[in-house]
């Protein structure tokens, strides 16, 4: 009985820890609704290298944060080893992480796939903070990944 009330109490705990986990990830994610880079397909920057618009059909929700994608093999790799497709510094702005230190909106068409992993930066007419940011790359990656850090401790 000892064995089964322990095991009982492991697995509350493992819940409410996997609940916290995913709602500190949420927090993290730039996104709407639930859902993250705006809909497009995170797989695709790395295969097509472009930006591709997912289809809600194939969606697939990851610790906490919905992703969509073109087809079912898109998400059947992702499903595989998500970290290597999700965003770096949540979604939002490489550029403003590093360099302001601050969560800032990014554009999901403006995209960089640095050593494997995949950026997004703000862009506008007037704005292209990708531009910016190949100027000083490699201080700015090592800036961000401090940054972003620092914010969820």
Same mark, same amino acid.
Request: aromatic share 16%; hydrophobic share 35%.
């Given at each position: ?21 995913e ?41 906490g944060?919905? !992703?969509? @994608? ?9 499903? =595989?080893?998500? %970290? /290597?497709? *999700? ?11 590093s ?19 995949? !950026?997004? @930066? ?9 531009? =910016?940011?190949? %100027? /000083?790359? *490699? ?15």
């Amino acid at each position: 009985m000892k064995k089964i009330a322990l095991l009982f109490v492991s697995v509350i705990l493992a819940s409410a820890t996997m609940a916290q986990t995913e709602e500190v990830r949420v927090q993290q994610f730039n996104l709407e609704d639930g859902l993250a880079i705006k809909g497009y397909d995170p797989v695709a920057y790395f295969t097509k290298n472009k930006a591709v618009e997912g289809k809600r059909k194939w969606k697939y929700k990851y610790e906490g944060v919905t !992703y969509y @994608f073109t087809d079912s093999t898109n998400r059947a790799i992702f499903t =595989k080893s998500p %970290k /290597n497709y *999700e965003p770096q510094y949540g979604g939002w702005c490489a550029y403003s992480i590093s360099n302001l230190n601050e969560k800032e909106e990014s554009d999901p068409e403006t995209f960089k796939i640095l050593n494997g992993k995949l !950026y997004f @930066f703000y862009h506008t007419v007037a704005i292209n903070t990708l531009k =910016k940011w190949n %100027k /000083n790359e *490699e201080r700015l990656k090592a800036l961000g990944d401090i940054n972003w850090t620092a914010m969820f401790r």
